[in-house]
């Protein structure tokens, strides 16, 4: 009756204090439909609290900011501090435990920010937080505007497929930077996902 019961459990919850074998592991890869709002990917994720509390959030992927950014309304739901009034940001320690599709994502290095101002950076898209490039960069990231898919697997666990085109990523930031040509020259470009439109600088516009 015992064994049953512990059987039961797992079944029912995934999770157990000291029963080997119930233990909720993150998955190597998870895929997750996605939302285009004004030409940006919003996906949906978890932050699981200390207290086993579970806050839903919206996350746009911004592969152009290695900074985690949360709203204050984010914030404030987690208790993590406030910015002071008049301030339009305040640096904090990530969440401990962030997760898409039931993957627990690698935030080991990651900086994070809680911004008050401007308020429209979130409640334009409904968004509580950014998925930033610190945090892309420790996976395999697969992009799929036609599926409405973003795919995230850990090294190892996807094979990449489609035509390579060279690429540098900045080790500490993550960011991405490919060359373009137009008109015969070659241009270098950072692939920002979190920006709703491609700019160029005024001087190479001028030219």
Request: proline share 8%.
């Amino acid at each position: 009756m015992k064994l049953l019961s512990v059987l039961f459990l797992c079944a029912i919850i995934g999770v157990s204090a000291g029963v080997p074998g119930c233990r909720n592991e993150s998955p190597d890869s998870a895929t997750v439909p996605i939302v285009l709002d004004h030409n940006r990917m919003i996906v949906d994720g978890e932050i699981h609290k200390e207290n086993g509390q579970v806050r839903k959030v919206r996350l746009w992927v911004d592969s152009g900011n290695p900074t985690f950014t949360l709203s204050a309304g984010l914030a404030k739901d987690l208790g993590i501090d406030q910015p002071p009034e008049g301030t339009p940001g305040i640096e904090v320690a990530p969440p401990s435990d962030v997760r898409i599709g039931g993957m627990k994502l690698n935030l080991e290095g990651v900086a994070a920010k809680v911004v008050a101002q401007p308020f429209w950076l979130f409640s334009t898209m409904q968004v509580d937080a950014n998925l930033p490039s610190t945090v892309l960069r420790h996976y395999r990231v697969v992009l799929d505007y036609p599926g409405r898919k973003l795919t995230l697997a850990k090294p190892g666990s996807l094979r990449p497929s489609g035509t390579p085109s060279p690429a540098r990523v900045q080790p500490r930031t993550g960011i991405i930077q490919i060359d373009a040509v137009i008109d015969s020259e070659s241009y270098s470009f950072a692939l920002d996902m979190g920006a709703s439109y491609s700019f160029v600088s005024a001087e190479k516009l001028a030219q």
